[in-house]
């Protein structure tokens, strides 16, 4: 009998507990030591229907997302992204005041009457502590999800009892013939999540029948999921969308050695350059200047025509709100206008954490002359440690740091455009063809002569010759 939550955990993959966790990476299936091979997995755009605010959704199957432990306000942005249903893997009776930006982490019941407000369904896989066994809780979690209106967003503490469960819930039932052991191998390496454990092997022998074998690949940050939120890319670069402020603690304490923030500053050669910040019960994309049509974003009358559910109650907001939609997002270092970089950049040094700004505006295009200009400080962070590289919604994020993993460790172009596939950034010469470009001069040959191992010379470079 597994008598609590901690032992069910551990019977998952004996590596972790609820509080105290130890995390590995995974290599492809059957994959000998050292060599590299491609996932086959290919996914959908991060963030559903709004990528600022759901950029720390990760995708598992088309239908299925999974992350950590929920705010109040990652639900509402979980409903107002496109999700249907919330899952949760616990039941938790307390809430926890945390982390995650302005909002504590709400109990079970308060998700549920959370869930309710945004207009999601809400269930629960795991009512007691005293479960049976992991095979038993893969039952639970097929009965919670009969007939749950899709896509849905399944979690517990911090992603990954519930990546597991979802994994072996999968290949068990086959409701999706395409989801084979190889995927399932490919998803925990993508997730950077280890699996590799003979005792987890054997709870996914007993519960799908499968002698599955996921190696073992140490090259991820042991601690790093305590910031869940971000999403491994290769080896010591990760990625995020917009931080909060009060992520600052979670991410050193993850492991993190330096941030590196490619947002626009508040000027770019010398013209206003704020971003957006996530707005509750306000679409994404209007203009923060404003245009022709809209005035600036942030004033009333801009967002009152941008509103996304009008019957929103003001408390949907906060209880002494006085409209049903925000105006403004200090946790997102914002200020009347929008995005402050000089708010982050004081953070961070108020923290003694490296901090790096290496801006890259959505206005102007990518190429091999920018990424060349940002080279030596992308190294100079790396070379710290883990390093994590944010944007608004973690896309420009990937971009770059493909890229500079790809430069780092010799990888070529085919390497590169695969990596960007997984992550759900695919590129090509009609897709993003700016990207597409810079790759292609960065890496091939050719761009490598100039570009590679921060060679600003010009000179060829006898590495790449």
Not at 255 to 281: D, I, Y
Not at 310 to 326: G, T
Not at 354 to 374: D, G, I, Q, R
Request: net charge positive; with cysteine.
């Amino acid at each position: 009998m597994i008598s609590n939550r901690a032992l069910l955990t551990s019977v998952f993959s004996a590596v972790f507990l609820q509080n105290e966790i130890r995390f590995m990476s995974v290599s492809a299936v059957h994959v000998k030591e050292g060599t590299e091979k491609a996932s086959s997995i290919i996914r959908k755009s991060i963030g559903l229907k709004s990528p600022k605010n759901l950029w720390w959704a990760k995708q598992v199957t088309p239908e299925y997302y999974v992350a950590g432990r929920l705010s109040r306000r990652q639900i509402q942005y979980a409903s107002e992204g496109g999700f249907k249903s919330v899952v949760s893997l616990f039941t938790y009776k307390d809430k926890k005041n945390c982390c995650l930006g302005v909002d504590y982490l709400p109990s079970t019941t308060e998700m549920d009457s959370y869930a309710k407000e945004a207009g999601l369904h809400f269930r629960t896989v795991l009512y007691s502590s005293k479960v049976s066994s992991a095979v038993q809780s893969v039952s639970d979690l097929e009965e919670s999800l009969k007939n749950l209106p899709k896509p849905a967003l399944l979690f517990s503490d911090r992603g990954y009892s519930m990546t597991f469960t979802l994994l072996m819930y999968l290949l068990k039932s086959q409701i999706n013939t395409d989801f084979t052991v190889e995927n399932a191998v490919a998803v925990s390496e993508l997730l950077g999540m280890d699996f590799s454990l003979k005792c987890t092997n054997r709870v996914l022998c007993n519960v799908t029948g499968e002698n599955i074998d996921f190696p073992k690949l140490d090259s991820l940050p042991k601690q790093w999921l305590s910031y869940w939120l971000a999403t491994p890319v290769y080896k010591n670069w990760f990625i995020a969308g917009q931080i909060l402020d009060s992520h600052i603690p979670l991410i050193k304490q993850a492991g993190f050695k330096s941030v590196v923030n490619l947002r626009a500053g508040t000027t770019h050669k010398g013209k206003p350059s704020q971003e957006t910040v996530t707005l509750l019960n306000i679409k994404d994309g209007s203009r923060t200047y404003g245009d022709d049509t809209l005035g600036p974003r942030q004033s009333l009358e801009t967002l009152r025509q941008q509103i996304i559910d009008p019957s929103k109650d003001n408390s949907y907001v906060s209880p002494n709100s006085s409209q049903n939609f925000a105006t403004t997002n200090r946790a997102e270092f914002g200020d009347l206008i929008g995005y402050n970089e000089e708010i982050e950049k004081l953070s961070f040094r108020k923290a003694g954490f490296p901090y790096y700004h290496v801006p890259v505006v959505n206005s102007e295009p990518f190429s091999a002359e920018l990424f060349s200009l940002y080279q030596p400080e992308l190294m100079d962070s790396v070379n710290r440690g883990p390093v994590l590289i944010h944007c608004a919604s973690s896309k420009r994020a990937g971009y770059i740091a493909v890229l500079a993993a790809a430069v780092q460790h010799h990888h070529d172009l085919a390497w590169a455009l695969s990596k960007l596939s997984q992550l759900g950034m695919a590129i090509s010469p009609s897709k993003k063809p700016d990207i597409y470009e810079m790759y292609v001069n960065v890496l091939t040959k050719k761009g490598n002569k100039t570009h590679c191992h921060s060679n600003k010379s010009g000179k060829i470079c006898t590495e790449c010759n």
